[in-house]
């Protein structure tokens, strides 16, 4: 946006000199430390995701301590922010960083990266280079379409290149990313979800869904996805001292984790020995599936045959393994060995 800022643009950037959220990947013009905070906010909320990005600065201050860490190393660290393959996606793009000798600077470079997309891509040109590009995500979505009246389904392809160009249009090109954080903050302090903060808005008198009475309507997010429904029957098996874990394989949930023995949709196995129920019908809930599980423990004297899969180990290794924190939560349930 060139020339004088619209009163939209005016009023939102004078919201934020005020409230503005402080965070400490804000602090910084260092890439890393802000392609590193968005990569853990996608689908984070801040209050979650702020200690983990803590924790990996701690552990790799810098990409190339982060490429010459493992996969393994990177998924446990990553354990119970979900979305595991963001964790992937890190450690692949820090591989693709230093091989390139250096943190692209561009837009169109930076969406280059595993695991960037249009919004991220944008959130690290305009943080840590000034480049004037806009982000649209929920927050922006909603305050858009509530100034506006904007009654465009946000989950269409079309919504998203209208609100996309709305958003570059009120961008001031000498503070792209004031302005991205100024609207994303309004979003999720002021212009809330549910019971938006309307009297106390600066912007109430020109609000087109605050004159209306459609607060409550906008934005209108169009249809949505069918949530699966799945069964599972965790069996931790103890047997000499060890324990039988696999790692996850891609095309599901929760690829490159470790799990104990798992069967989905059916009865437990028929070995020799007696299965210990610890929990039953727990409900853990994905964004598009809901997983019930049942958790048992197996004692045994000698190994079951298990799928060449599996991997059998001491118990005490487990800890250091990345695993889904629904089977943290399990694990923990566990009465201890009479090794121990």
């Not at 946006?1 to 260092?30: I, K, Q, Y």
């Not at 994303?184 to 938006?196: E, N, R």
């Not at 069964?231 to 104990?260: M, V």
């Not at 949709?265 to 929990?279: E, K, T, V």
Request: hydrophobic share 40%.
């Amino acid at each position: 946006m060139n020339g004088p800022l619209s009163p939209f643009t005016a009023t939102l950037l004078r919201w934020f000199e005020t409230f503005g959220r402080d965070l400490p990947w804000r602090r910084t013009h260092d890439a890393y430390a802000i392609w590193l905070s968005e990569i853990i906010l996608q689908q984070t909320r801040i209050s979650q995701g702020q200690a983990y990005w803590e924790r990996f600065m701690r552990r790799w201050p810098t990409v190339s301590d982060l490429a010459a860490a493992s996969e393994d190393e990177v998924l446990k660290l990553w354990q119970g922010l979900g979305y595991y393959s963001r964790a992937r996606n890190l450690l692949a793009a820090a591989l693709q960083i230093v091989g390139n000798g250096r943190f692209p600077d561009t837009y169109e470079d930076i969406i280059r990266l595993k695991g960037v997309g249009e919004y991220t891509a944008a959130a690290i040109a305009s943080f840590a280079f000034g480049i004037p590009k806009a982000v649209v995500d929920g927050n922006v979505f909603r305050v858009l379409s509530r100034f506006f009246g904007i009654n465009e389904p946000i989950r269409t392809g079309g919504a998203k290149k209208t609100f996309t160009a709305l958003a570059q249009s009120l961008l001031p090109e000498d503070r792209p990313a004031d302005f991205n954080q100024a609207i994303m903050d309004f979003g999720a302090l002021q212009c809330v979800p549910k019971s938006p903060h309307c009297e106390a808005c600066p912007l109430q008198e020109t609000c087109v869904a605050l004159r209306t009475g459609k607060v409550g309507e906008l934005p209108v997010m169009g249809e949505k996805v069918k949530v699966k429904q799945r069964r599972f029957t965790y069996i931790y098996l103890r047997c000499q001292g060890k324990t039988a874990f696999r790692r996850r394989s891609g095309g599901d949930i929760w690829q490159g984790l470790w799990e104990p023995f798992l069967i989905e949709n059916g009865d437990l196995p028929r070995w020799n020995g007696c299965f210990l129920p610890i929990i039953q019908d727990v409900k853990h809930v994905l964004t598009h599936r809901v997983i019930h599980t049942d958790f048992y423990l197996y004692e045994a004297d000698t190994f079951p045959e298990l799928p060449e899969e599996y991997v059998w180990m001491p118990e005490n290794e487990v800890p250091a393994l990345g695993i889904p924190r629904l089977v943290e939560k399990l694990l923990g349930l566990l009465p201890k060995s009479p090794a121990d």
